[in-house]
């Protein structure tokens, strides 16, 4: 069973930092690309970052770029999101997914993502 467990969630202040963790099983985590969803209460489920199977290759969001960095390490079948200068438009549920095995690395949609971790809250006060 594939297995996509989140950590690292929670409240922070303006211009803090968390570190999201998404730890894998049940599948060879380093054939395959990743990526951080975050969705916010109404909005559409936004792609954060995504990062190629061999961690060579990122994306990262506009609307977080220069404060988020994606990583892995696939020796512990783990993803990473590094958080920093964290604003309050950054409050949401933050999801890891895998990505469907596709010519890119990545796509905006969620639909090209099969497997999807629980969501950890993240909630940034002013």
């Known amino acids: 069973q594939v297995q996509l467990v989140v950590s690292g969630g929670g409240l922070v202040q303006v211009g803090g930092s968390l570190r999201l963790s998404c730890v894998a099983s049940?599948?060879?985590?380093?054939?395959?690309?990743m990526a951080w969803f975050r969705q916010a209460p109404g909005k559409e489920r936004e792609l954060v970052a995504a990062?190629?199977?061999?961690?060579?290759?990122?994306y990262i969001g506009d609307s977080v770029k220069g404060r988020f960095t994606i990583s892995r390490d696939n020796t512990k079948s783990t993803v990473y999101l590094q958080m920093d200068s964290l604003k309050p438009e950054d409050t949401a549920v933050y999801y890891c997914?895998?990505?469907?095995?596709?010519?890119?690395?990545?796509?905006?949609?969620?639909?090209?993502?099969?497997?999807w971790g629980q969501g950890t809250q993240v909630t940034v006060s002013s």
């Open positions: 990062i190629n199977y061999g961690g060579t290759s990122t």
């Open positions: 997914a895998r990505r469907i095995s596709a010519p890119s690395y990545y796509t905006r949609s969620p639909s090209g993502y099969d497997y």
């Open positions: 049940g599948l060879t985590f380093s054939n395959y690309a």
